[in-house]
């Protein structure tokens, strides 16, 4: 868990009394932070804790650890997404997951890159299983990815960033 990026508590006092400090749209909450962060910062956890009525920052942090869709890790710009479902896998999927990471250099364990602007996931479904094998980069789905394809696609997103 990363705890770097500072957190604008002006910010999340704008979000929480958006959802009107209620408990009931914890999840809303959350959501809103990590739409702000691409991440969920311990800080903000532990701001909403301690903001919201009938709530713990250690309530928070559990809800946020319990479901997928919450990160706690900083995502970067772009968020690529390689289905390893049966289908994808069978089309290969994994060679492509495989390039994704030798052209972003993503070594050891690491799944975003060190300028912040790709992270890097394996799914277990992208529900796309006719596409195979499937990427999506921020929602964008690229089907039918090749070793190939999918450095074309990621060499066209650094050019266009500069890179």
Same mark, same amino acid.
């Given at each position: 868990?990363?705890?770097?990026?500072?957190?604008?508590f002006a910010?999340?006092?704008?979000?929480?009394?958006? !959802?009107?400090?209620?408990?009931?749209?914890?999840?809303?909450?959350?959501?809103?932070?990590?739409?702000?962060?691409?991440?969920?910062?311990? =800080?903000?956890?532990?701001?909403?804790?301690?903001?919201?009525? =009938?709530?713990?920052?250690?309530?928070? !942090?559990?809800?946020?650890?319990? !479901?997928?869709?919450?990160?706690?890790?900083?995502?970067?710009?772009?968020?690529?997404?390689?289905? =390893?479902?049966?289908?994808?896998?069978?089309?290969?999927?994994?060679?492509?997951?495989?390039?994704?990471?030798?052209?972003?250099?993503?070594?050891?364990?690491?799944?975003?890159?060190?300028?912040?602007?790709?992270?890097?996931?394996?799914?277990?479904?992208?529900?796309?299983?006719?596409?195979?094998?499937?990427?999506?980069?921020?929602?964008?789905? !690229?089907?039918?990815?090749?070793?190939?394809?999918?450095?074309?696609?990621?060499?066209?997103?650094?050019?266009e960033e500069?890179?």
């Amino acid at each position: 868990m990363t705890t770097g990026q500072t957190v604008d508590f002006a910010k999340l006092d704008e979000i929480l009394a958006a !959802y009107e400090y209620k408990k009931s749209n914890l999840i809303a909450i959350l959501q809103k932070i990590q739409e702000v962060y691409r991440y969920l910062p311990l =800080d903000a956890m532990t701001y909403v804790g301690t903001k919201v009525e =009938d709530l713990s920052p250690a309530t928070v !942090y559990g809800v946020a650890t319990f !479901y997928a869709q919450f990160s706690l890790d900083p995502k970067g710009k772009y968020e690529v997404k390689c289905c =390893d479902g049966t289908a994808c896998h069978v089309r290969g999927s994994m060679p492509v997951l495989n390039a994704i990471k030798a052209r972003l250099d993503l070594k050891d364990g690491k799944f975003t890159t060190d300028d912040g602007l790709f992270s890097v996931e394996t799914v277990s479904c992208l529900g796309a299983c006719g596409l195979a094998p499937v990427v999506v980069i921020n929602d964008k789905v !690229y089907p039918q990815m090749t070793s190939d394809a999918i450095k074309i696609v990621l060499d066209t997103i650094l050019k266009e960033e500069g890179k």
